[in-house]
């Protein structure tokens, strides 16, 4: 990867929605994670940090403290104003009577924080930034209307594995790019675990596939180094969750040229 290219089209395309949606700032929801560390890295360096307010949404009752210490801590590093508000007392409020189903709550809960995203746009004058990357796009992994439903994704035509480069190239602390990446919507839940394949495996799956042109009838490839049943289970996150991909949003398009010394 030609990280200097990457970051100059990425800032490039920062600025140009920032002044084509006549905005006063970028609201990023910052987690502690990898993806959200880079967004906020990139926002900061490209808008200047007085035009980046990050929010930390944790829920206690499934946020590690790490976390939200992870985020205080790229928030001050990139000298962003910052907000924590703690969601889990009103999504608990919100759903009590409600059927007792960890997915379902769990969704809401993403959806929880983006509607507060939106909230301090609106407020702000400001546009949100959403922090997905390549890897959830393809597979579907993201909540519709939830992290899925940014303004714009500055990162979504990264995969992981690229951002966890991209992220030492700009200078995002260790212990976060090293940190197992979860959506945090449950205790103990990590993006691997559920989707049961290493990133690096899915990284080079995806690399192999067309995953927008997969069908029932599609011939898995046999990859080197890849167990046939991570294709499969690659591939059926792929077709399961197709509904996601009906109405994209803008992201910044990085072309094989920028990724190449």
Known sequence: MN?????????????????????NCVVIGISGG??????????????????VLGLLLPDYSVTPKIDVKH????????GINH???????????????????????GNFLVRIRMAILYYFAAVKGGIVVGTADKSEFQLGYFTKYGDGGADIFPIADLYKTEVRQFAKYLGVPDAIIKKKSSARIWRGQTAEGEIGVSYENIDTILKNIQYNKLSNASKLPSIDGVDKKDVELVVSWIQSNSHKHENPIPICKIGKSDLIY
């Open 3 to 23: 990280e200097e290219k990457v970051f100059d089209k990425v800032s490039k395309f920062l600025r140009k929605e920032f002044v084509s949606r006549n905005a």
């Open 34 to 51: 990898i993806d959200s560390s880079v967004t906020a890295y990139l926002a900061a360096k490209s808008l200047g940090p007085k035009k």
């Open 71 to 78: 985020g205080l801590e790229i928030s001050k590093l990139l």
């Open 83 to 105: 907000k924590v508000i703690e969601v889990g007392k009103g999504k608990k409020m919100l759903l009590k009577g409600f059927p007792n189903d960890k997915l379902a709550r």
